[in-house]
């Protein structure tokens, strides 16, 4: 016949590992059961905490003894020795003032627990907040519009406009593309295949759109378009321009090869000086003949430049107002164009050659 002394001794003689795993590990998850499984509630209801945490104590102990589970099997089916197994139950290691503070301290841990399940639980959102996206992209900035053409400046009647014209182009006729006959483009330097100048006609104007690459990537390379004959002599070239984000706007006269006279305009924000420049450039080495410290031009806004080449006379003018004069005869004949760098934004419109 089983023993419950026998239990008793065994009980006793337990390792604290087993005893600290019962307080750690079980207990929270007796005493917190209400909150982790509602069905155990109700058996909570009716069994004091004293009892369950001997039962938990005797399923956990079964792992080193199959005794705790007869001796609740005894205890169930009324045994003899039920006095002898109370008298086990109070004088076993968990005696009333060990249950205490294991209860107390089972307690502090379950409303640990139940605490963090509590944190960690995913808080509902709102409807808006659920649709917003993980990464917000703001909006691209609206496209810039370019300003209407303006009308002639008003000095420029009777005047540089009034001769015989030789060219005329204001870029209607094309649909938009590559820019094909008669007008030539030229790299000034040499670039590489990929970095060579693009020049397109879009919307009614002769765009310089940075270089032919796959990437269209912007080079600052000196690039012409140029129109006309070589044995032109004595002509004026004019056209409006407007600066979307390059650096400079020219006119060409009296091209062979890489030689010919220019006349360039800076812009405002870039930092050189000066900023309106009237040169001669022999095999691309450039040679100063006219300069002035005056403001170059603002972007976004529309330019009329005009260049004269009469004889050994050279002019250039802004907006139909003379801004610089030299003298030169080392170029008598050539063709006549427009000059910028190839990074790309700048429009031009209304090419005019005329006779002086």
């Given at each position: 016949?089983?023993?419950?002394?026998?239990?008793?001794?065994?009980?006793?003689?337990?390792?604290?590992?087993?005893?600290?795993?019962?307080?750690?590990?079980?207990?929270?998850?007796?005493i917190?059961?209400?909150?982790?499984?509602?069905?155990?509630?109700?058996?909570?209801?009716?069994?004091?905490?004293?009892?369950?945490?001997?039962?938990?104590?005797?399923?956990?102990?079964?792992?080193?003894?199959?005794?705790?589970?007869?001796?609740?099997?005894?205890?169930?089916?009324?045994?003899e020795?039920?006095?002898?197994?109370?008298?086990?139950?109070?004088?076993?290691p968990y005696?009333?003032?060990?249950?205490?503070?294991s209860l107390?301290?089972?307690?502090?841990?379950?409303?640990?627990?139940?605490?963090?399940?509590?944190?960690?639980?995913?808080?509902?959102?709102?409807?808006?907040?659920?649709?917003?996206?993980?990464?917000?992209?703001p909006?691209?900035?609206?496209?810039?519009?370019?300003?209407?053409?303006?009308s002639?400046?008003?000095?420029?009647?009777?005047?540089?406009?009034?001769?015989?014209?030789?060219?005329?182009?204001?870029?209607?006729?094309?649909?938009?593309?590559?820019v094909?006959?008669p007008?030539?483009?030229?790299d000034?330097?040499f670039?590489?295949?990929?970095?060579?100048?693009?020049?397109?006609?879009?919307?009614?104007r002769?765009?310089?759109?940075a270089?032919?690459?796959?990437?269209?990537?912007?080079?600052?390379?000196?690039?012409?378009?140029?129109?006309?004959?070589?044995?032109?002599?004595?002509?004026?070239?004019?056209?409006?321009?407007?600066d979307?984000?390059?650096?400079?706007?020219?006119?060409?006269?009296?091209?062979q090869?890489?030689?010919?006279?220019?006349?360039?305009?800076?812009?405002?924000?870039?930092?050189?000086?000066?900023?309106?420049?009237?040169?001669?450039?022999?095999?691309?080495?450039?040679?100063v003949?006219?300069?002035?410290?005056?403001?170059?031009?603002e972007?976004?806004?529309?330019?009329?430049?005009?260049?004269?080449?009469?004889?050994?006379?050279?002019?250039?003018?802004?907006?139909?107002?003379?801004?610089?004069?030299?003298?030169?005869?080392?170029?008598?004949?050539?063709?006549?164009?427009?000059?910028?760098?190839?990074?790309?934004?700048?429009?031009?419109?209304?090419?005019?050659?005329?006779?002086?």
């Amino acid at each position: 016949m089983w023993n419950p002394t026998q239990w008793k001794r065994r009980a006793v003689g337990q390792s604290s590992v087993c005893r600290v795993t019962t307080d750690v590990i079980l207990m929270p998850l007796v005493i917190g059961s209400p909150y982790l499984f509602p069905t155990l509630n109700r058996y909570i209801s009716k069994r004091s905490h004293q009892a369950l945490f001997w039962r938990a104590s005797g399923l956990l102990s079964s792992g080193f003894s199959d005794e705790p589970a007869r001796y609740e099997r005894k205890r169930k089916e009324g045994c003899e020795a039920c006095r002898a197994c109370s008298a086990v139950d109070a004088a076993s290691p968990y005696g009333m003032k060990s249950q205490r503070l294991s209860l107390i301290l089972a307690g502090i841990l379950s409303a640990t627990l139940v605490a963090l399940l509590v944190l960690s639980a995913p808080q509902q959102r709102s409807v808006a907040e659920g649709q917003a996206p993980i990464f917000y992209e703001p909006p691209p900035p609206p496209t810039p519009t370019v300003a209407p053409l303006p009308s002639l400046p008003a000095g420029l009647a009777g005047t540089q406009e009034s001769g015989t014209i030789l060219f005329a182009d204001t870029f209607d006729a094309g649909a938009g593309g590559q820019v094909s006959l008669p007008w030539e483009i030229v790299d000034v330097a040499f670039v590489l295949p990929e970095d060579r100048a693009a020049w397109i006609v879009r919307d009614g104007r002769l765009t310089q759109n940075a270089t032919a690459g796959p990437t269209g990537d912007p080079r600052p390379n000196e690039t012409l378009a140029v129109v006309g004959d070589a044995e032109w002599t004595d002509y004026t070239i004019s056209t409006w321009f407007y600066d979307q984000f390059n650096a400079a706007a020219g006119l060409i006269a009296r091209r062979q090869g890489s030689s010919f006279y220019r006349f360039m305009v800076i812009a405002n924000d870039y930092p050189v000086a000066p900023r309106v420049i009237l040169e001669r450039v022999v095999d691309r080495e450039a040679t100063v003949l006219a300069s002035r410290d005056m403001p170059g031009y603002e972007r976004m806004r529309w330019y009329h430049i005009s260049m004269t080449v009469d004889g050994n006379r050279i002019s250039a003018a802004i907006n139909g107002a003379t801004v610089l004069e030299a003298s030169d005869s080392t170029l008598s004949s050539g063709q006549a164009g427009l000059f910028t760098y190839a990074l790309g934004g700048m429009l031009f419109d209304h090419v005019r050659i005329t006779t002086p």
